[in-house]
């Protein structure tokens, strides 16, 4: 199939099927190519683009998407191995939600002083909010 046809059925852009085969996420054969020298991409290619998609849309990133990938091709992804990885970004998203929760504790302590300190019109080289006062 052609990148178009690939696109519209992975929901991936072009753009963006050519970025991880350059960085080696999607492999195609050399000589995929047609007459008109348009690449030609197996069945295989969108079965992993498809991997990839439910992959990402757990939050992994594009590193952590190339290591499940890896220990899946070396046969070494396992139940086991699969519940650490995810359970390792549940930590990591629960780390995130934590560092948000503080900075916004940091972004309403910042507001409710500035809008008791200040009167509304004054410039903000006089609040604090932003500048120092």
Do not use: W
């Not at 046969?75 to 560092?99: F, G, H, Y």
């Amino acid at each position: 199939m052609l990148i178009g046809q690939l696109a519209q059925r992975t929901g991936f852009t072009r753009d963006t099927i050519r970025f991880y085969e350059k960085h080696g996420l999607i492999e195609v054969p050399r000589k995929a190519r047609r007459e008109n020298n348009y690449k030609e991409y197996p069945d295989a290619v969108l079965e992993r683009l498809l991997t990839i998609k439910r992959i990402k849309a757990m939050g992994f990133t594009l590193n952590e998407t190339q290591e499940i990938l890896d220990l899946v091709e070396m046969d070494k992804a396992t139940c086991a191995t699969m519940s650490d990885k995810v359970n390792e970004k549940v930590v990591d998203i629960e780390q995130k939600i934590a560092d948000l929760i503080r900075l916004r504790e940091t972004l309403r302590t910042a507001v409710s002083g500035c809008t008791t300190s200040c009167a509304p019109d004054a410039k903000v080289q006089q609040c604090g909010l932003v500048l120092p006062a």
